[in-house]
């Protein structure tokens, strides 16, 4: 069992950047798979972006790619979501995941096991 909390989500301009983290209990947290989902109001929960246990593999969605980069620190039980150039379609609830499995990187909300509570992101035009 994992407990992931999310933050560093907030209201920010179109243009600029913020940075999610995603801190997770447990001693076990380098073996996990860990994504970033984002769910927008009357829109499914989509893959922002994942990353392997040892950090040296990553997945972007082709929204994102170029502009956000996912990042995890085993030793800090965190993964991040630094995100640039942000967009007001950016907007939406971002979510943390992790997958136990962790086989390879997991692109849908029913590959992951743990979710955490999720954190607003608001980006204004």
């Known amino acids: 069992q994992v407990q992931l909390v999310e933050s560093g989500g907030g209201l920010v301009q179109a243009g600029g950047s913020l940075r999610l983290s995603c801190a997770a209990s447990g001693r076990t947290f380098s073996s996990y798979v860990m994504g970033w989902f984002r769910q927008a109001p009357g829109k499914e929960r989509d893959i922002v972006a994942a990353i392997s246990r040892s950090g040296l593999s990553t997945y972007y969605a082709d929204s994102v790619k170029g502009r956000f980069t996912i990042s995890r620190d085993n030793a800090k039980n965190t993964v991040y979501l630094q995100m640039n150039s942000l967009k007001p379609e950016d907007t939406a609830v971002y979510y943390c995941?992790?997958?136990?499995?962790?086989?390879?990187?997991?692109?849908?909300?029913?590959?992951?096991?743990?979710w955490g509570q999720g954190t607003q992101v608001t980006v204004s035009s």
């Open positions: 995941a992790a997958d136990r499995q962790a086989l390879v990187l997991m692109t849908t909300p029913s590959g992951y096991d743990y």
